[in-house]
């Protein structure tokens, strides 16, 4: 069922509708039972990938806390009797079986993911080799599907298991309440990436009706429909156009299409989270953002914390802390700090943890050469910036330039502009070669006339069109500024006149089929992931 | 607790350690920073701080960070 359907806005009505008639405490069941059957709409053969994970992982949870306890339980009543060294002992022998039941389902769910994720690009690679050094012999690829919203669930779960090995919360106790927690429908297809501690509340409490969250969710819906079938829907036309066909263009065509990428990839990607939340809304259940006006960052770094914020925090939380933090990496902070001084020293370990966390977030988009350069174009430039931070301090005191000003800001941010748009080469292009030839071409025959001469409205957009997509965009350019200075937009619309809030409301619903491009594109592009 | 401020001051200049109490709900300390911090307490008062203890409570304020490091010396 695909979330651009009617069948979808008919599934969410009537499930809302039974959701608030029912008794409160059977909520959580039917939202169980709907994310399930919306999951199995999808292909029966996949469920039992989702199963593994939710059994799987469940299991984890409980034998870890079993084993934390029994640990606890054994130095209690030994305790008169046990010397400290022997309490040590029995504490670390615990830590360590908690460490191995941790480790095995991390391996096999992650094993999963990325065999079907990775195996057949490991063996292209293998070939590649082989090929290389002159050996006839080859491996045969597997015809290997990717389960619904795999990458998604995978790390929300894993997420689960690597909390309560750290003792942050006592494991779910009931399998069904968990199932929920690893398939709750709205969010399966691109997430957010949810943390238990604060989603595992929301779905099993009981929640009244409240015409608030219907309204705002609608109203959030709404707003996410508009991005994804006017915006990027349109917006995908061209970049589909001189992407596939890279040869073809040059100068401020590229230019151009790189730029409606960027319209293309933010509406889409964050319409479709504005689809997502609302619909949790409706159900009084709330998801973390994914996105906070990202083009407004100031710097690259500042970019990962405003997009796709869920995979970011997962990738600090689970990733960059543990690693930077671990033993080997103290050492290692040690030895460079003696051997580079201090301030060098010091940001060593985090440049490579940098490096780690966007090989991850590469790969984690795709099994294809110009992902891992797309992750690694980010983690070197944050790793520098962060290597580099007194340097540029130091040049920006010699040339009195206040970074708080505005003009400086503003610099920012059109610089960092810039360097995403340039990391887009990667991630659209067809493969790393076809990104290297478009970056090339894009200072063949680049010329001011290519901005008047029409040569931009043949690119599968006509003049009506651009002129749609640059309304749309400036419109929400001023929402963007006012959350930027923290306006609650769906609040201060519900302080406005009927007349104003409805006006705002039918324009939207009358847009967004009419000038939707309907049948462009028949998915949200994470949904692939 | 001045070495602490220290410790702090050494890793962001332009940070207000002694009064300000939301380093990490207003975004003013970012990962790399807490990072840094904690690399540096942990050699400075011959602790290990594990990722369980970067949460919002440890790190808010410098008083925070203080009482965690006095909890973890304990044990």
């Known amino acids: 069922m695909s979330f651009i359907s009617t069948e979808l806005l008919l599934l969410v009505f009537i499930t809302a509708a039974i959701y608030y008639i029912i008794p409160k405490k059977y909520q959580w069941i039917l939202l169980l039972v709907v994310s399930y059957m919306f999951y199995t709409s999808y292909g029966l053969k996949y469920v039992g990938f989702i199963a593994f994970t939710t059994i799987t992982t469940f299991l984890g949870g409980i034998f870890i806390e079993k084993t934390a306890q029994s640990g606890k339980d054994k130095i209690s009543a030994n305790k008169a009797t046990m010397t400290p060294e022997e309490k040590k002992a029995m504490k670390a022998h615990t830590k360590h079986n908690k460490k191995l039941i941790c480790a095995l389902i991390l391996l096999c769910n992650f094993g999963v993911l990325a065999f079907l994720k990775y195996f057949n690009f490991t063996i292209e690679n293998i070939n590649s080799i082989l090929t290389g050094v002159g050996i006839t012999q080859r491996l045969g690829r597997m015809s290997l599907l990717l389960p619904l919203g795999i990458s998604f669930y995978t790390f929300q779960s894993m997420g689960y298991i690597i909390d309560v090995y750290q003792g942050k919360y006592p494991s779910e106790k009931n399998p069904f309440k968990f199932a929920l927690f690893v398939s709750f429908f709205p969010q399966i297809l691109q997430g957010p990436i949810g943390r238990f501690d604060k989603l595992a509340c929301q779905f099993y409490e009981e929640h009244k009706f409240e015409l608030k969250n219907i309204q705002y969710g609608l109203q959030l819906m709404l707003w996410g429909y508009f991005k994804k079938m006017v915006l990027a829907d349109r917006a995908a036309i061209v970049v589909n156009k001189v992407f596939n066909d890279y040869t073809h263009y040059t100068g401020f065509q590229v230019i151009f299409a790189v730029l409606l990428y960027s319209v293309e990839l933010y509406a889409d990607f964050s319409g479709g989270m504005d689809v997502v939340i609302g619909i949790a809304q409706i159900f009084g259940i709330k998801l973390d953002q994914n996105f906070k006006r990202p083009f407004f960052s100031r710097s690259i770094s500042d970019f990962w914390r405003r997009w796709h914020i869920t995979l970011g925090t997962w990738m600090k939380d689970y990733i960059f802390y543990p690693f930077t933090l671990s033993k080997p990496m103290n050492k290692f902070g040690k030895f460079s700090k003696k051997k580079f001084g201090n301030t060098i020293g010091r940001v060593l370990p985090i440049c490579l943890a940098d490096l780690l966390i966007f090989f991850v977030v590469g790969i984690w988009h795709g099994a294809a050469w110009k992902y891992i350069a797309y992750g690694m174009y980010n983690g070197i430039i944050i790793a520098l910036s962060n290597l580099l931070e007194p340097a540029y301090k130091l040049g920006l005191n010699k040339l009195h330039i206040n970074s708080e000003a505005k003009p400086w800001k503003v610099f920012q941010i059109i610089r960092t502009g810039i360097l995403i748009n340039i990391g887009w080469y990667f991630d659209m292009g067809v493969n790393f070669n076809a990104a290297i030839v478009m970056m090339k071409n894009t200072f063949v025959g680049l010329s001011l006339s290519t901005l008047t001469d029409n040569s931009l409205f043949k690119l599968g957009l006509l003049k009506k069109d651009i002129q749609i997509l640059a309304f749309g965009c400036i419109v929400w350019f001023i929402i963007s500024v006012l959350q930027e200075r923290k306006i609650n937009i769906r609040e201060a619309l519900a302080k406005k006149p009927l007349v104003v809030r409805w006006a705002i409301y039918l324009a939207l619903i009358f847009a967004t089929p009419i000038f939707g491009y309907i049948g462009a594109t028949s998915g949200f592009i994470y949904a692939q992931f | ?75």
């Open chain 2, 1 to 75: 607790m001045e070495k602490l401020i220290e410790i702090l001051k050494e890793v962001n200049a332009d940070v207000d350690f002694e009064n300000c109490t939301t380093l990490i709900d207003d975004g003013i300390l970012d990962s790399f920073d807490i990072v840094s911090i904690v690399g540096e307490l942990n050699d400075a008062f011959d602790v290990e701080i594990s990722p369980v203890d970067i949460i919002p409570t440890n790190f808010n304020s410098a008083k925070a960070m203080w009482t965690m490091v006095e909890r973890l010396q304990d044990n």
